[in-house]
Nanobody, 115 residues
């Protein structure tokens, strides 16, 4: 069983920054990949960024240059640093991983960007 707990969301003005955290139960060494997704009202959930156990990263085109995903294996935590936020970045942001063929999601953290 894997539990993922996101934190760090909130209300920020356009152009501002937020750092999201995803704390996992147990060692994140178990996970080949961890990712951040987001879902805006009325839209499908979409990938924001992902990071492999070796450190390789992948970013959605809409977020490239504005976000950085990182992992702290000692703290079993994955971070998403978001800069230059835009109103269209408003969404619930979810942490995600897979283990032994099963997908796990956190409860999500709301990010609201005001214009």
């Amino acid at each position: 069983q894997v539990q993922l707990v996101e934190s760090g969301g909130g209300l920020v003005q356009a152009g501002g920054s937020l750092r999201l955290s995803c704390a996992a139960s147990g060692s994140i060494f178990r996970f080949n990949v961890m990712g951040w997704y987001r879902q805006a009202p009325g839209k499908q959930r979409e990938l924001v960024a992902s990071i492999l156990s070796g450190g390789s990263t992948n970013y959605a085109d809409s977020m490239k240059g504005r976000v950085t995903i990182s992992r702290d294996n000692a703290k079993n935590t994955v971070y998403l640093q978001m800069n230059s936020l835009r109103p269209e970045d408003t969404a619930v942001y979810y942490c995600n991983t897979d283990l032994y063929g099963r997908t796990y999601w956190g409860q999500g953290t709301q990010v609201t960007v005001s214009s």
